[in-house]
């Protein structure tokens, strides 16, 4: 019963991470706009953690490479389940303007499973909190099916 309630509680306070995978920063600085007051993401409930053993959802930007996927299927792989990932801009969705370059795999979804896509470039913090809303109700269904 209690871990009922733990679970039901991470679908209504969601932790969630951002991992950059090497972009341009456009979609970073729209990342951090979104917790500021003027759209402040946080009335979600969402607190922005730096640890993946401690988030719900990860927030990806940027291009994958071949010297970052690695890295970003580890902090995948640390997080507990359930989880949401969300890729954010166009280079997060498809690797963008970079995805013919030799050292490019292309988006997020060539190494981890992603559950929203986010388009833009950069993205907007008004696009990224409609991406946000759409993989906190795709994570509380993951909840529910873990019961």
């Not at 969705?93 to 013919?100: E, I, K, S, W, Y």
Request: glycine share 10%; net charge neutral.
């Amino acid at each position: 019963m209690f871990g009922s309630f733990i679970k039901k509680s991470r679908a209504k306070s969601p932790w969630i991470m951002h991992f950059d995978c090497g972009s341009c920063n456009g979609c970073d600085i729209e990342v951090l706009a979104c917790l500021t007051p003027l759209y402040d993401v946080e009335r979600f409930g969402i607190i922005n953690v730096g640890n993946p053993k401690h988030a719900d959802v990860l927030l990806v930007t940027g291009t994958v490479n071949h010297r970052n996927k690695k890295v970003l299927k580890n902090i995948y792989d640390q997080m507990p389940e359930p989880k949401a990932v969300i890729a954010i801009g166009a280079c997060g969705n498809t690797g963008g303007v970079f995805r013919d370059a030799y050292n490019v795999v292309g988006g997020v979804d060539k190494v981890i499973p992603v559950d929203v896509y986010v388009p833009g470039c950069p993205a907007k913090p008004e696009a990224i909190i409609d991406g946000v809303v759409v993989g906190l109700a795709k994570f509380a269904q993951k909840v529910e099916e873990a019961d």
